[in-house]
Nanobody, 124 residues
């Protein structure tokens, strides 16, 4: 059974930092690109970042470049998101998502499994 379990969310002041983790199990982690996706209150899903299966490539939504860093430890089957210089508009539930395809590079952009999410609240 595929499981993705996020952790690390919480309440932080504007300008602060958080590191999110996503522990994966039930599949061969290093066979798949992995992404972070978020949902702000009252809004739709917003893609945040993606990392290739071997960790060699990453992609980010423009507004998060330079502030967020995605990484992965394939030995630990864990995906990370380091978030710095947080803003109130980063308040959201953050989900990690497994790419649907066995592809190289930054994945297919489609996801078949999601975690339960971790809440990030940035106070101004």
């Amino acid at each position: 059974e595929v499981q993705l379990v996020e952790s690390g969310g919480g309440l932080v002041q504007s300008g602060g930092s958080l590191r999110l983790s996503c522990a994966a199990s039930g599949f061969t982690f290093n066979d798949y690109a992995m992404s972070w996706v978020r949902q702000a209150p009252g809004k739709g899903l917003e893609w945040v970042a993606v990392m290739s299966r071997n960790g060699g490539s990453a992609g980010y939504t423009e507004s998060m470049k330079g502030r967020f860093t995605i990484s992965r430890d394939n030995a630990k089957n864990t995906l990370y998101l380091q978030m710095n210089s947080l803003k109130s508009e980063d308040t959201a539930v953050y989900y990690c998502a497994k790419d649907v395809g066995l592809v190289y590079g930054l994945g297919s952009g489609s996801y078949d499994y999601w975690g339960q999410g971790t809440q990030v609240i940035v106070s101004s």
